[in-house]
């Protein structure tokens, strides 16, 4: 008994001297974060970030959250966010033809008007469905005039501060209520024998543009493949030069949309056998003018996209039509009027600011889709629009499930890659553009927690740094 008690004695002596289990205590989200700015932020850059709980209803994170930023296509949350507000936020994107007057025998006695709705979706099928719906009625001639109606937004063709020379990339459409194929066209190269020209594919087809054929087959001497047309003067001369060693496409804007939308639709028209006589002499096969609906008035036909199909693509795909075409959309329905400017949808995202409880003259916003240098916004009122969206079920839902998702689909599918803590556990917005890249959503933490965030790095030349920071700091929240 006595060396039991010994032995129990000196373990409890000795203790103390065994090598113990260290724990290492988690630091602070702030910390966290702060040491993430401190060695991985890009040199010479400078970060905002806010980041809200919005299960517990409380701020997590601040850094500089007040501090306005350029948000380059984050600023399609405000833009998005603010159209699904609206009570008429699922009516659709609607394209029309009407007529005015009668038919008589095989000859429509009166004009035609093609009526632009500002879809962005509006591709070259939706035409042909257009013009098929059109054909069915029983005439083969118009004895009058075609006309575009193109006022439901003034003659501007580009946003406040969109940089001229970005033209003729595919991102900068010229905007117009009427839009085919987005403004675009893309050009399909499949290489021949070696030193020959390759073979090219228009689409959509139209003998609205012209095309050169500077290719050449398998041919490295020949240089980078290209796509570009003759845009300092507005022409519409596409050229495609560069070598093609195996299928290549690219894409170019055409000037002048809604020209580009007419000729192709009354072409299709002539291709389906109707021939347009007008009334008076005219040199061209159509013209622009507005309709107004009388006792002769007829529809004819009518195309619709869905709302939920539009943010999907300006959320998915960052695309800038798509979110102009709703800020477009965004003003008329806010404003009553059938003639709008981008004034009145950037009013009615300020009149959202004001009942959040900000001063919208702390902002500048200049555009719809984040493409102008003016717009400034701080990554505090990002966060506002994401938890207003949060606490509108009906906003929310449409919203979410169009957000990318880290290392899915979308402008993150080649970010947050399998293995880390942000791999499809955020749905965010990107936006980018030279020494400019943001991103904003939601994401959720492992305690559960669904977080709203915003971060605005700015004056990073390397995007792929600041990029790499984002996903680390969206790994933190997580953790």
Known sequence: MKRILLLLILSVCLLPLWPQETVTPVKPLSARIDALIEHKLPAGSNV???VYDLTAGKPLYGYQADKLSRPASTMKLLTTITALSRPEADEPFRTEVWYQGTIERDTLQGDM???GGYDPEFDEEALDSLVATVARFPFSVIKGKVYGDVSMKDSLYWGSGWLWDDTPYSFQPYLSPLMLNKGVVK??????????????????????????NKTQSRTPSAGRFRVSRDWLVNGNNITVTGNVDARRAGTVNIFSSQDFFMHTFMERLQARGIRCIPAVDAEVSYLFGEFRQDSLSVRMASYETSVQDVVKQIMKESDNLNAEAMLCRLGVQSSGKKRVSAEDGLSAIRMLIKEMGYNPDRYNLADGCGLSNYNYISPELLVSFLRYAYSRTDVFQKLYKALPIGGVDGTLEFRMKKGTLSHRNVHAKTGSFTAINCLAGYLKARNGHEIAFAIMNQNALSGREARAFQDAVCDEMIR
């Not at 050009?187 to 050169?212: F, N």
């Open 48 to 50: 905002v970030i806010s």
């Open 113 to 115: 008007y093609v009526i």
């Open 187 to 212: 050009v399909t190269a499949t290489p021949g024998e070696r030193g020959d020209s390759a073979r090219l594919e228009c689409t959509p087809a139209s003998s609205y543009y012209t095309l050169t």
